[in-house]
């Protein structure tokens, strides 16, 4: 009976030893056990590829039958029909002759402003002034070899210069200058009547000055059937020596690229993606999904549409590029914080002064190291911007004392 009794002892206290060991161990664990968190911040994030593709207008090349010719239209400008974007010289003295003429116009303006100008004594001054200023300015342009500043400075200088001289009642000498002035211009300008030709577009549409082959084989009809056997073999028309740009019909562009079959499984044609160029073009553009092709070889074309932007786009052909399909708006979470409790509830313990509070979470996308989830601000319980998540702590449980 002793005996018995004995045992019973022995086991009480071992269980009671046992209960004490872990006690002390989950004391010791948790003050030992480095506490780590991470601030949760709002994030964007969107699931696509990087690729590379063409973009493709509907454009025509224009073309001179002369041997001068002068573009006389902006890159990315609009024309319209039959609109002059640049000028034929029959000979070389043509050229030179409009260039004079263009002096000589320049020249007639400045003195007849100059002849028309009445300057008190004050006035005087005040052009004094700024004569110095410009022949200071002059002087410096050229000294650091600036000769498109000077030249900017050069008529303005030149200007206020006979002003001053007209104020100063030497009107009868810029009467002669503008007289003689005159006579030459309209005896030039009767010898040049027939130098030139107006080059024209021949439909409205936006003027690029650079032809580069790819406008007969890189069409909208084209990426109608295009395939991606098409595709990898795509190289460039020659270009007529006597290219001048071209004419683009329309403010549609496209981009098409072959991508791997598996980024595009879930791409509808008729939605929506967003396209951001690698370089020249920094905005993100939202595109129309024109038409996805079938799959050859694990490979489908993606053709995409755009309506805006024309200007920005004109000198783009071979570009690298994002393509983002989907786009995720929420908070980021390290994985590391992420936990499932016993119901199989996903969430994550938020430090809230020295407790850890389970907060639950709904995961929207995979980042890799962080998931993306759901920003709900319906209830303070829910997960917010700022909250401290809690990364590495053990045996955590909603309400357990971790301190920081």
């Not at 050229?95 to 003195?111: F, V």
């Not at 580069?212 to 991606?228: F, I, M, Q």
């Not at 993100?284 to 995409?304: D, P, S, T």
């Not at 907060?359 to 709900?376: M, R």
Request: some cysteine; overall charge negative.
């Amino acid at each position: 009976m002793k005996q018995g009794k004995h045992y019973t002892t022995v086991i009480l206290w071992i269980f009671i030893l046992a209960i004490a060991a872990y006690i002390a161990y989950s004391v010791v664990s948790s003050l030992t056990e480095p506490l780590t968190t991470a601030t949760v911040i709002e994030y964007e994030a969107g699931a696509g590829c990087y690729t590379t593709g063409f973009v493709v207008r509907d454009e025509e090349i224009l073309t001179s039958s002369y041997d001068i010719t002068v573009i006389t239209c902006a890159e990315g400008a609009h024309v319209g029909a039959n609109d002059a974007v640049a000028t034929g010289y029959l000979s070389d003295g043509a050229q030179q002759r409009q260039s004079r003429i263009q002096s000589l116009q320049e020249q007639l303006t400045q003195l007849q402003y100059a002849y028309s100008a009445q300057s008190s004594l004050a006035d005087q001054a005040a052009l004094d002034d700024e004569i110095a200023e410009n022949l200071l300015s002059l002087a410096k342009f050229t000294a650091r070899r600036d000769m498109n500043s000077a030249q900017d400075v050069s008529p303005e200088l030149k200007g206020l210069v006979l002003r001053r001289l007209a104020g100063a009642g030497d009107s009868e000498t810029i009467a002669a200058q503008l007289e003689t002035v005159q006579a030459e211009l309209t005896r030039l300008q009767g010898q040049a009547a027939s130098d030139t030709r107006a080059i024209t577009a021949g439909f409205a549409g936006t003027y690029s000055g650079v032809a580069d082959g790819y406008e007969t084989v890189l069409t909208p009809d084209a990426l109608e059937t295009l395939t991606v056997q098409d595709y990898n073999a795509i190289e460039p028309a020659a270009v007529p020596e006597n290219a001048i740009g071209k004419i683009i019909r329309g403010s549609t562009w496209y981009y098409v690229t072959a991508l791997p079959a598996s980024e595009v499984k879930d791409v509808k044609e008729g939605s929506t993606v967003q396209l951001l160029f690698a370089r020249d073009v920094y905005d993100q553009i939202e595109m129309r999904v024109e038409r996805v092709g079938q799959n050859e070889a694990g490979f489908r074309l993606l053709v995409l549409s755009c309506s805006q932007y024309m200007q920005n786009v004109t000198l783009l052909r071979q570009q690298s590029a994002d393509v983002v399909f989907n786009s995720y708006q929420g908070l980021r979470v390290p994985k590391d914080a992420v936990r499932v409790d016993e119901a199989g509830n996903t969430g994550v313990y938020v430090l809230e002064g020295a407790a850890a509070r389970w907060k639950p979470i709904t995961i929207l996308h995979d980042n890799g190291e962080s998931y993306v989830v759901e920003l709900d601000k319906t209830s303070t319980a829910n997960l917010w911007p700022g909250d401290e998540v809690i990364i590495h702590a053990k045996n955590l449980y909603d309400g357990k004392v971790v301190g920081k």
